[in-house]
């Protein structure tokens, strides 16, 4: 057997997208304009929606939410990658790989959380609109956040913990742009099996059963929506569901993507890649989404502007 020795790990390698000097200035570019959009326009969404009292509702609650957690997320990756770029220097101190982990994790759980709860307040406004303020009260929408951002956050300190009881090699380059926990458990020396399973249930709960109480909701509101006499009362009951449903697209879209693109490629690299789908573009793209299927919105940033 290949004798491989452990060593006291102090900072991993993030190879990167490509390791081609050329490319360097043009993933530099191209990320920070990604960055900067990001974080400018979900900035917008929540300056709109604090300025306007009239979307002092809790759909727009959750969609500050979600601006928020997206710009979190955004800037819990990106920045990292550009400095090492600009430094040419690839390595990351261990204790700032391990934040990292936790840090996407807590996020990325979160936002499977607010497009659930999301989609239980569309839910509630189409099939029960006379009781819609009195369900969808401030302590209960606030109260909805916080669970999400608890439950997520123990996700993450579980997965952590299990982290620091791995030991290393001395092989510790990492073919990504930032510290995801698969491609960590890849370089372990120790037996990773509880890791693997850990993270195979944490994936069916927080992709699982947020995308079922989604599918559930958008279930109940076709029906109620079908069951509305007139073309136009159709129409404007499914428009407030549109920038939603493109949002939950794009994430779960991109997400089983990578997924999918994992299992059938062996390339570290093309694992990557494709991972900037779930991490950078649907974090840029929301207040797009937003701003522009949604008529409120558009008269709210008239107002900012």
């Known amino acids: ?118 989609a239980y307040d569309r839910y509630v406004a189409i099939c029960h609109p006379l009781r819609y303020t009195v369900l969808m009260n401030p302590c209960l929408c606030v109260l909805l956040v916080l669970v999400s951002l608890s439950i997520s956050t123990v996700d993450a300190l579980l997965h952590s913990l299990m982290v620091l009881q791995l030991s290393f090699c ?63 009362g159709k129409h404007k009951a499914f428009s407030t569901c549109g920038s939603h449903l493109c949002v939950v697209s794009l994430f779960y879209g991109t997400a089983f993507g990578v997924y999918i693109s994992s299992s059938l490629t062996d390339s570290p690299r093309n694992s990557a890649v494709a991972s900037v789908m779930y991490t950078v573009v649907p974090q840029m793209l929301n207040p797009f989404i937003y701003s522009l299927r949604n008529r409120d919105m558009k008269e709210a940033f008239r107002k900012l502007l």
Do not use: W
């Open 1 to 118: 057997m290949e004798s491989r020795n452990h060593t006291a790990v102090s900072e991993f390698l993030l190879l990167g997208l490509t390791e081609d000097p050329a490319l360097q200035p043009l993933i530099f570019s191209l990320f920070l304009s990604m960055y900067l959009v990001t974080i400018l326009g979900n900035l917008l969404i929540i300056l709109a929606v604090s300025s306007d009292s009239h979307l002092h509702t809790p759909m727009y609650f959750f969609l500050c939410s979600l601006s928020i957690n997206d710009i979190s997320l955004s800037t819990t990756i990106i920045p990292k990658m550009l400095v090492n770029i600009l430094r040419q220097d690839q390595s990351i101190s261990y204790m700032g790989c391990l934040s990292q982990v936790c840090f996407v994790i807590v996020f990325v759980g979160m936002e499977n959380c607010l497009l659930a709860v999301m």
């Open 170 to 232: 001395s092989d510790l380059e990492m073919p990504h742009f930032f510290c995801e926990l698969a491609q960590i458990i890849k370089l372990a020396c120790s037996d990773t099996f509880i890791e693997n399973i850990l993270i195979y249930i944490s994936f069916c709960i927080f992709a699982g059963v947020p995308l079922s109480g989604i599918i559930f909701s958008y279930i109940y509101i076709v029906s109620s929506v079908l069951r509305i006499p007139s073309i136009e």
